[in-house]
């Protein structure tokens, strides 16, 4: 909608900053609305982890892309004409996912966006939560 310069023009050409911009930003947003409407506290956390996993999200897309170009297929199926097909619709997942996994892993009962940095890494050094 807002155009300029791209974001990876050789991997992704229809992707710009601004898009990736407005995608990291509405991701903290969320996080943090989330966190607020939830009731459980832990707004601030949220908006880094909402980032972090906004950041995640668009790594899987541009992953997704790359392996899509290096194949020389413009879709990955034909289940959905015209958008790229289905795994477009769930790229960004595939790094998100178990990036938000790992993070609930380090605070079992409680919402992940509780964690703090220090408990996912003892999670990924021990393999135990905190």
Known sequence: MIGGPKLAPRISPGKTRS?????L????????????LSGFGGAGSALVWGGLLGLSAQTGDLVESAMKRALGVKDSGTLLPGHGG??????GLVIAAPVA??????????????AGLHDLAHVLVTGMPG
Do not use: E, K, T, Y
Request: proline share 5%.
């Open 101 to 114: 996994a790992a993070i609930s892993l380090a605070v079992p009962g409680a919402p992940f966006w509780s």
């Open 86 to 91: 289905l795994l477009d619709r769930f790229d």
């Open 19 to 23: 898009g990736a911009l407005g995608g």
């Open 25 to 36: 930003v509405g991701a903290v947003l969320m996080g943090g609305a989330v966190a607020l």
